[in-house]
């Protein structure tokens, strides 16, 4: 089963149902990390939980990623800021459902990195739907980003200001709601950004592997 809701300020619609794009880079919110034998890109991508994509961005002197050597320096955009916004995201979630008696979804960090790109393609493309011009629909994205479900789901909201806010307003729509409690899904990932102007966008992917 595949489910996908979204909030607008003025309207609710509820609905049953590359890697080009680029994401900010937050360089003073950055570690280093040096190369050991053994190391790949990947593993290290995975030990940080940050996108093999993201961190090909932030090393452009890696003439060829798959080549690099024990004492090399990786900078590793870390993205703390939107990742203890989008974890206080998650943690409401669970509040939710654990106070019904549910089991708590646990946090994708991989899903979450999927979310995060839908949020920004919906703020750099200047759109506020479930199908994606860059990548089609939810089921399409996380497919393309190798996100493995067998049920998944999608909310998004824009311009609340606040973890507490969006959960708020996502709470209070039907549609919304059913995702956050439904009993189909068992892992989340949350996707925040914000543009010049400071308006947010918001993504919840739900699935089931």
């Known amino acids: 089963m595949k489910k996908l809701t979204h909030l607008s300020k003025v309207f609710v619609i509820t609905c049953m ?15 280093t990390y ?13 030990k940080y939980q940050v996108g093999l994509s993201e961190i090909i961005g932030a090393n452009r002197q890696f003439k060829d990623p798959a080549m690099i050597y024990p004492g090399d320096k990786v900078t590793i955009p870390l993205l703390s800021d939107v990742k203890n916004i989008e ?7 669970n509040k939710e459902r654990t106070s019904r008696g549910m089991t708590a979804l646990s946090h994708n960090w991989q899903v979450s990195r999927v979310a995060r790109y839908k949020s920004a393609d919906m703020r750099d493309k200047n759109y ?47 549609g919304h709601r059913k995702n956050i409690l439904s009993a189909n899904f068992s892992e989340i990932g949350v996707g925040y950004e914000t543009d010049a102007r400071g308006t947010t966008y918001w993504t919840q992917m739900f699935i089931r592997p």
Do not use: C
């Not at 974890?87 to 979630?93: D, F, G, M, N």
């Open 128 to 174: 506020f739907s479930h199908t994606s011009p860059t990548y089609g629909s939810p089921f399409d994205m996380m497919k393309k980003f190798d996100i493995k479900y067998s049920t998944a789901g999608e909310n998004i909201a824009k311009g609340q200001k606040t973890p507490e806010a969006v959960m708020n307003a996502w709470m209070n729509s039907e």
């Open 87 to 93: 974890s206080q995201v998650v943690a409401l979630v």
């Open 17 to 31: 149902v590359v890697f080009a794009l680029s994401l900010p880079v937050y360089a003073a919110d950055a570690d």
């Open 34 to 46: 040096t190369v050991q034998r053994g190391d790949s890109l990947w593993k290290i991508a995975v």
